[in-house]
């Protein structure tokens, strides 16, 4: 037997950044049933693409013996996702938005601390991101034909006890999902995900980073709250289920 074999299901979680996608990802990715916890940055418009999905992961991982997914979160624009063409009927989509401000903010202190330039360190690069990705993944959810769950981002860490078991349902598991996980050979690096050392701690830790001294000018939070408002509820009405604040 080749324990090497590459799962035949797909999980995908489409979101945005700074919205605790590292922490799900490598929750999701304990899992003996799942593979994956980092951003492929891959797009996925054909079958082709879980070839190369698979290839990549195996440049640096082993698919576990006996395990039915293999993982890849979606955070951006430039990576499109098309479940329709993958020629694969088992594909859980999970769709996650965390709130405006706190998300913006994050957003700015993470890309400030990087060297110049940097994409997304000002308040109206990162409100534009936030605010074209809420629409991008509502228009996926309205116009698409494949079923997904929604679930707010801040119930990972507000409420572990009430989604997890949920993701749980939802990807039809055998066994629980932890809020303990594994630290991978990735787990931290730039370009797979959070780099912080908070991720190092293998647990959900529910004290949140205080972003509030980054200013957003307040107009820009209005706008992006109302995208958010409206955006959300798009996509919680055409859900299959939820997990809700």
Known sequence: MNL??????????????????????????????????????????DAAALARQAAAYREHETFKPGSRYLLDKLLHDDYVLRPERLGIADIRILVS???????????VHLFAQKPDPAPYASPAAAAKYYMDRVRTLAAFCR????????????????????????????????????????VFGLTGQARRGDTSARLLSG???????????????????????????????????????????
């Open 4 to 45: 090497d074999a590459c799962p035949a299901a797909r999980i995908f979680l489409l979101s945005h950044m700074r919205a605790y996608t590292s922490l799900a990802a490598h929750i999701l990715g304990s899992h003996p049933s799942i593979n994956g916890y980092y951003e492929m940055h891959l797009g996925y418009e």
């Open 97 to 107: 938005l965390a709130e405006p401000a706190r998300t913006i903010r994050s957003i």
């Open 143 to 182: 116009t698409g034909d494949w079923p997904y769950h929604y679930f707010d981002a801040e119930l990972l860490v507000r409420a572990p006890e009430t989604l997890l078991p949920k993701l749980a349902e939802w990807l039809a598991l055998d066994t629980p999902l932890s809020a303990h996980y594994e």
């Open 203 to 245: 647990r959900i830790e529910r004290v949140r980073s205080d972003y509030s001294a980054v200013h957003v000018p307040a107009d820009t939070l209005r706008a992006a709250a109302a995208v958010y408002r409206e955006c959300r509820a798009q996509i919680v009405a055409g859900a299959r289920d939820t997990a809700l604040l």
